[in-house]
């Protein structure tokens, strides 16, 4: 009878407040990611993220990242570093800090996120000059 009433569903939902730190951290979380999940925190990576899982979710929604607060809006998915990569996309069931098979070697490079679109970007300098000039009013 509770089922018909909806009343799990409110449960499932004080349950998230609950997990998520209080009515205000909620609404926060669900501006910045546009949902609100409540799961275990698996690991965090050196930039900031967290990561979690929820079982109870089905396969595919059930690993999340939290981005670091820092970033605000402005997070994609480049800023998962390679490491956290395989674990966000089933290609290992071990978070990076509990796999012991994965090898760091000296030549390895640090994570960089992509930085298209932003004032960061790479522009390659050329020596050719452009086929179309700009009009310039005098």
């Known amino acids: 009878m509770a089922n018909f009433f909806g009343a799990d569903k409110v449960l499932r939902l004080l349950g998230w407040v609950q997990k998520n730190g209080g009515i205000l951290a909620t609404l926060k979380k669900g501006f910045r990611m546009d949902e609100v999940k409540a799961g275990t925190l698996v690991g965090a990576d050196k930039y900031g993220n967290k990561y979690y899982e929820d079982p109870s979710q089905f396969y595919g ?27 966000m996309h089933y290609k290992t069931d071990l978070p990076p800090h509990r796999d ?19 004032t960061e970007a790479y522009m390659p300098y050329s020596t050719t000059r452009p086929k179309v000039e700009a009009w310039n009013p005098k």
């Open 100 to 118: 012991g098979n994965r090898k760091q070697y000296k030549w390895m490079q640090d994570h960089s996120e992509n930085l298209s679109g932003t």
């Open 61 to 87: 929604r059930n690993r999340w990242v939290e981005f670091a607060d820092y970033k605000n809006l402005e997070y994609d998915g480049s800023q998962i570093p390679a490491e956290w990569f395989g674990w």
